[in-house]
């Protein structure tokens, strides 16, 4: 059976050749060796990208998730696994989540007889781009699922860090987009045209104010402008300007309230202003919620392997699209600690290896308990 060695060099080679959402093709092969390798059963599933494993027999049916994709990011971190796909890279630690993961086919795999169930390992493409969880669900292959499990790293956390809340764990994520087509003129000459820098400068103000102005000091959510763009030289007024950003919120009438007025202040914008504004909400990953029973029976687990257990007081304001999942099914998210002085998403994110030494014996440790405990929901 494999071992921690196994688990760090399947991250390393992960590490080394990563690729982008919904082109993991590679990727996809190389798992697919290795767990056929163990004589681990893929399913005949229509995907792409990614793939599901199976374990056991009988009912229930539980799932076990990874993501398997990389970001657009430059790597600066210089190992002898380093990326060798300019300009991705495994900034997320999905590479960790996939050798972990891995670690838990082939560890059920060897359980597989006394196991009273079965359990679909889930290799998930597309989690960076929000919509990997609902293509796989639109399969069918989660249908008669009784729970679906899944983690994902922290940098902030220490190795040996679990932590845990029942309900939301995790923000819904939104992007919005605003195009403002404004009136070039010289710059000299500002009467003969209509200002979009103009409109950007309020619109950026009276975004900021969403929150402050429209939600309660008990509510919470997140309002960031990642991206303005208008203009290329200092005497012209320029004819279009453009701002892109992101919302994060944990509660479905915040989140329909934020872009309601959105809509409302560049509406009126565009009056007040005479400029033409596009605006465009795209609704991505939902909330994760935890369900109460199985972060009860994934506490006890976590703490059997040896974690040290941390009680979320509020959920992370990160996006993830296992919420896909658990809009649907009941579902356990953990965060465990991976000890990078970076955070995710970060060129020179560097976790620390030793969180592949329980990972998987955490989630092979929930998986008896819940397959052979009956303790999850009939």
């Known amino acids: 059976m494999p071992n921690y060695s196994d688990y760090v060099n399947w991250r390393r080679t992960f590490h080394q050749f990563p690729e982008l ?21 893929i399913l005949d599933v ?3 990208t990614g793939l599901v494993a199976e374990i056991g027999r009988g009912e229930p049916v539980i799932a076990v998730r990874t993501d398997i994709d990389a970001l657009p990011i430059n790597e600066q971190v210089v190992h002898e696994f380093t990326s060798t796909n300019e300009g991705v890279m495994h900034a997320c630690g999905h590479d960790i989540h996939m ?41 069918g292959v989660l249908k008669n699922v009784k729970a679906v499990l899944g983690f994902h790293n922290y940098p902030s956390l220490d190795i040996g860090e679990f932590a845990i809340k029942s309900g939301v764990i995790t923000s819904a994520v939104d992007r919005f987009e605003f195009h403002i087509q404004g009136k070039g003129a010289h710059a000299a000459k500002p009467e003969q045209g209509n200002d979009p820098v103009i409109v950007v400068g309020q619109l950026i103000n009276s975004l900021q104010s969403i929150v ?13 402008i990642g991206e303005v763009s208008c203009g290329n030289t200092w005497n012209v007024i320029a004819d279009q300007a453009y701002i892109q950003g992101t919302v994060r919120s944990f509660d479905s009438k915040k989140r329909q309230l934020i872009k309601q007025r959105m809509k409302e202040i560049s509406d009126g914008l565009s009056l007040a202003f005479n400029v033409d504004i596009k605006f465009e909400y795209t609704q991505l990953p939902g909330a994760v919620v935890n369900d109460e029973t199985l972060t009860q029976q994934a506490i006890e687990a976590a703490k ?21 999942y658990t809009k649907d099914y009941p579902g356990v998210f953990a965060i465990i600690g991976s000890n990078s002085e970076y955070d995710l998403h970060h060129p020179k994110y560097d976790p ?22 009956k303790s999850i929901r009939q």
Do not use: C, W
């Not at 959402?21 to 059963?41: A, G, M, N, V």
């Not at 086919?105 to 990997?132: C, M, P, W």
């Not at 059997?304 to 896909?324: A, K, W």
């Open 99 to 139: 050798a972990s993961i891995l670690g838990v086919a082939t560890q059920l795999k060897e359980l597989e007889n006394e196991l009273s169930g079965r359990v679909r390992i889930l290799f998930q493409a597309s989690e960076e781009l929000g919509h990997g969880a609902i293509k796989l669900s639109e399969t």
């Open 212 to 224: 402050s102005r429209n939600l309660s000091a008990f509510d919470s959510a997140v309002v960031t």
């Open 304 to 324: 059997e392997v040896g974690y040290n257990i941390q009680m979320m007081e509020e959920p992370l304001t990160i996006g993830e699209d296992f919420s896909g």
């Open 352 to 373: 620390d290896e030793r969180i592949l030494e329980k990972v998987p014996t955490y989630f092979v440790t929930l998986v008896k308990k819940l397959l052979n405990g």
């Open 46 to 48: 229509p995907l792409e």
């Open 21 to 41: 959402s919904d082109k993991e093709y590679e990727t996809t092969k190389r798992l697919k060796r290795i767990l056929e390798s163990f004589d681990i059963t």
